[in-house]
């Protein structure tokens, strides 16, 4: 709104300076008063060209938005998973009815002893990918469900 009151301000200065100047007697303005007013239409013209061109200059873009992803775990070995740590969350005889269930169904081959392995993890990931539950893993609460389905 600034920039064209500004702009008309201009305009209309240049036609009333044009007006006079064609108005006026040919003889009443000499060689310095002409060369005068058309300095200071030259000025005014090329002060609102800069100024047209300070406000047609972009803005530097904003910084990159930076947007928070929740880190992915990774584990280091199977004894760092969720399914471990569950696993090792109940008693003895628990781990071994785990164990004992998982064999009965064919997931499992080694000893029941009771310990989280190589052997309880493969069987373990077998039987929640079977059963449509694989994603359960990802989580404590999950692994519990599985295991909770096991033994009781």
């Excluded at 008309?8 to 064609?22: D, F, H, K, N, Q």
């Excluded at 108005?23 to 300095?39: D, H, I, L, Y």
């Excluded at 373990?124 to 033994?151: E, M, Q």
């Amino acid at each position: 709104m600034l920039l064209s009151l500004k702009s008309t301000a201009i305009a209309a200065t240049v036609a009333l300076s044009v007006a006079t100047l064609s108005a006026a007697p040919a003889m009443a303005w000499g060689k310095k008063e002409q060369g005068f007013a058309a300095g200071i239409v030259t000025a005014i013209i090329i002060d609102e060209l800069i100024d047209n061109n300070r406000a047609r200059k972009v803005a530097p873009p904003p910084p990159p938005r930076i947007v928070y992803q929740e880190p992915r775990v990774t584990y280091g070995s199977i004894y760092d998973t969720n399914a471990a740590q569950a696993f090792n969350s109940y008693s003895k005889h628990e781990r071994k009815a785990i164990q004992r269930s998982l064999r009965a169904q064919g997931y499992y081959r080694g000893g029941v002893d009771g310990s989280f392995g190589p052997g309880t993890y493969n069987a373990v990931v077998a039987y929640a990918r079977d059963a449509g539950a694989a994603g359960h893993l990802a989580s404590a609460g999950g692994a519990y469900a599985i295991y909770d389905g096991l033994i009781y």
